[in-house]
């Protein structure tokens, strides 16, 4: 591919409060080898001073669009307001705690440019780092060659998607015409993945690119620690999406992963104890198949409003201290 044939990429970068790594996350982006980049950057009315950071380090740089929202408009909407002003014939969706490896744009796009139209997103494999920037492990185990040990969907995920969560999000590359199509992020909802996912792969492919390509940073506070918290309405995100689902799904099989996956929802409902939501789900299942004695146990113990929520974390709480405590045995 010459320099002129090379498509036009835009990275929307949208941050919060994320100062301490908003510095390494924006090098990476200067650090990509490909050259043909729209950058926007859109801060999410921060108070850590991570708008005046982002300032300075791109004040030298004029193809950057800053956005400075005088609220927080939340992850779907701020996102959007990128996509609004995408020029690129692929989009990135980047956190600002997250890293880029110099070589990624290019290798996506090199990707996607193979593919037929009938593929939207190209994702990839992950190396995970804590708030330090300490490697812990990989999204998908690897061997010696860094590829991953096991298959990884691709193609038609749309099945895998409704079984399990198994895309690290932030490797994803997406054709913006598609996200266009979507009408963009929903943004009634808390967060965008699993909507995104269900939305896009119902209608399009998805290419796993076998190297690893970025950096996911966890910190304290992810979505996957805040679901289990007393109170929090992302599993309300989940409820709306496997409605989604269920109005897209195309045949008895997909209904059948679909009935599952609601029943893992339903388990999580009655540990952060959203027992009103945990019935919800129920009376969706119900719709699909006979919810069956072990979940209709679940949901009587919902009705009983048992206080779960304190005892189930700290289990959760032991389970990571106990991986952390072997990790260091390991090394």
């Known amino acids: 591919m010459s320099e002129i044939d090379k498509p036009l990429v835009t990275v929307v970068l949208t941050a919060f409060n994320q100062g301490k790594y908003i510095g390494e996350t924006l090098g990476s982006i200067f650090a990509q080898t490909y050259p043909n980049l729209q950058i926007v950057v859109i801060d999410n009315a921060s108070t850590d001073g991570t708008i005046s950071l982002i300032e300075n380090i791109v004040s030298d740089f004029p193809e950057f669009t800053i956005i400075k929202?005088?609220?927080?408009?939340?992850?779907?909407?701020?996102?959007?307001?990128?996509?609004?002003?995408?020029?690129?014939?692929?989009?990135?969706?980047?956190?600002?705690?997250?890293?880029?490896l110099p070589g990624r744009i290019g290798h996506q796009v090199q990707a996607l440019e193979k593919l037929g139209e009938d593929y939207g997103v190209v994702f990839s494999n992950?190396?995970?780092?804590?708030?330090?920037?300490?490697?812990?492990?990989?999204?998908?185990?690897?061997?010696?060659?860094?590829?991953?040990?096991?298959?990884?969907?691709?193609?038609?995920?749309?099945?895998s998607i409704l079984e399990k969560y198994f895309i690290c999000t932030p490797t994803m590359m997406m054709r913006t015409r598609m996200l266009i199509e979507m009408g963009g992020y929903d943004e009634t909802l808390d967060f965008e993945d699993f909507d995104l996912w269900v939305r896009s792969a119902v209608r399009y492919k998805y290419f796993y690119q076998d190297q690893v390509l970025t950096r996911k940073?966890?910190?304290?506070?992810?979505?996957?620690t805040q679901i289990y918290k007393k109170g929090n309405s992302l599993l309300e995100t989940c409820y709306?999406?496997?409605?989604?689902?269920?109005?897209?799904?195309?045949?008895?099989?997909?209904?059948?992963?679909?009935?599952?996956?609601?029943?893992?929802?339903?388990?999580?409902?009655f540990y952060a104890q959203e027992f009103e939501l945990a019935l919800k789900f129920r009376t969706l299942l119900n719709y699909i198949e006979n919810p069956g004695i072990f979940t209709e146990m679940i949901v009587m113990l919902c009705r009983l409003h048992l206080p779960v929520n304190g005892l189930y974390l700290f289990y959760l709480n032991y389970l990571q201290k106990k991986a952390q405590s072997r990790e260091v045995l390991a090394f």
Not at 76 to 96: E, M, S, T, V, W
Not at 217 to 224: D, E, F, I, Y
Not at 255 to 269: G, W
């Open 217 to 224: 940073r966890n910190v304290p506070g992810s979505l996957s």
């Open 126 to 159: 992950a190396q995970y780092i804590d708030a330090q920037g300490e490697v812990l492990n990989f999204h998908y185990p690897v061997d010696t060659n860094l590829k991953a040990d096991k298959p990884v969907p691709s193609g038609d995920v749309y099945k």
């Open 69 to 100: 929202n005088p609220e927080n408009l939340g992850l779907c909407r701020a996102f959007n307001q990128g996509l609004a002003l995408a020029r690129g014939k692929y989009i990135i969706d980047l956190a600002a705690d997250d890293i880029m």
């Open 240 to 269: 709306i999406v496997c409605n989604k689902a269920y109005e897209l799904n195309r045949d008895q099989e997909e209904f059948d992963l679909l009935a599952a996956r609601i029943r893992t929802f339903i388990r999580k409902c």
